[in-house]
């Protein structure tokens, strides 16, 4: 019977070892791509040149035969032979807070619980590899931890240009002296934690312990882009989403198992022909320079990168020339470790307003990350109060798109 830990959840796996590799085709990594404000798939992964519906966005042929992207994304329309592209993707809400919680959760926003995001169930079911370096990290922001507590909460970076800020201590601070204080602290805390005996005060401790040990680490170093080559710097830019991906790959080559890049910008309700070059164009830029960056370091078969986005856009263009909410077809994108490149799954129909084949709900695609990453995904957990939960909440993978 495996450890458990104080609100019966197993305990976080023992550390895999600095440098090992997971099996042929499984990743042991994960770098998201979250695109907030929901994109157009019009626009972007699925455009349909023969609808009257696809306004000025032209289109431009990709590596994959047959399959063209919006005219935006040349440098990934080059690689297009690495990435499984899917085009039936639909969900149930056009909000865009609930839409993302069951994206990142594959639950509905309920009252009485709060469900962990992506992150922290690969954390939860693979544990952490590097031994200091947190296991997940958010550039910008995303799903919590839930109900499996602190110990489980990704760590937030605002600015990736500066890092994990507030690491340096005072030079009249010396080590010995902050551990008088924090055994101090603990001996006001001790009548307190003698009553009050449960997880999450125990996962609050050791959430302390453990950033008390990473502001000690030498490791600190993964966390700081400013020493990257200029060459690399260059080919990531000087955008935040830019940054944050360059620093999400220095992170996953330094052995932390999950980072989070949010963008954001893809609500357009008006002027989407006017907005959509410049947003676009960074994006295009900067996941064809982490896609190669990964793959040159000898990191992309081990290493699944997402993109995704909450909902799509709605074919008919508004008077205020942009596309308003649409979840009934939407798109998203899956390359490296565990999938199959040069292809696309799933068809929406002729002016993508509906998914006519493969249709996929948020929580198939999270079963399908999370067989890629050989996690499985029905395996049920439950929750402080005994509420049983599970990965994907029924969803099924994509076998299609698995290596």
Partial sequence: MPLLDRVGFAADPKPAAKGTSAARGKAQKIVYLMMNGAQSQLDTWDPKPKSKYQGDTKTIQTKISGVQFGEHFKSLAGIADKLAVIHSLETTTADHQQARYLLETSYKMIATTKHPGMGSWVQKSLGRIHKQLPPVVHVGEGQGPGYLGAAFAPVPIGDPAKGLQNTKSPDYLKNEMFDKRMKLSES?????????????????????????????????????????????????????????????????????????????????????????????????????????DLQKRGLLDSTLVVLATEFGRTPKISSTTGRDHHPAAFSAMLCGGGIKGGQVYGKSDDDAFYVVEGNMKPNDLNATIAKALNIPFDKEIHSPDGRPFTLANGGKPVDKLLS
Avoid at 225 to 240: C, H, W
């Fill in 188 to 292: 006001f805390d001790s009548a307190f934690r003698a009553k009050a005996k449960n997880a999450k005060v125990n996962g609050y401790d050791d959430l302390y312990r453990e950033a008390i040990s990473l502001l000690r680490s030498q490791d600190l170093k993964a966390f700081d882009i400013s020493t990257e080559p200029q060459e690399q710097k260059d080919a990531y830019g000087t955008t935040r989403f830019g940054q944050g991906c360059l620093l999400a790959r220095k992170l996953i080559e330094n052995d932390v198992r999950y980072v989070q890049v949010s963008l954001g910008g893809w609500d357009m309700h008006n002027e989407i022909f006017d907005n959509m070059p410049k947003l676009a164009s960074e994006l295009d830029k900067v996941v064809a320079a982490l896609i190669n």
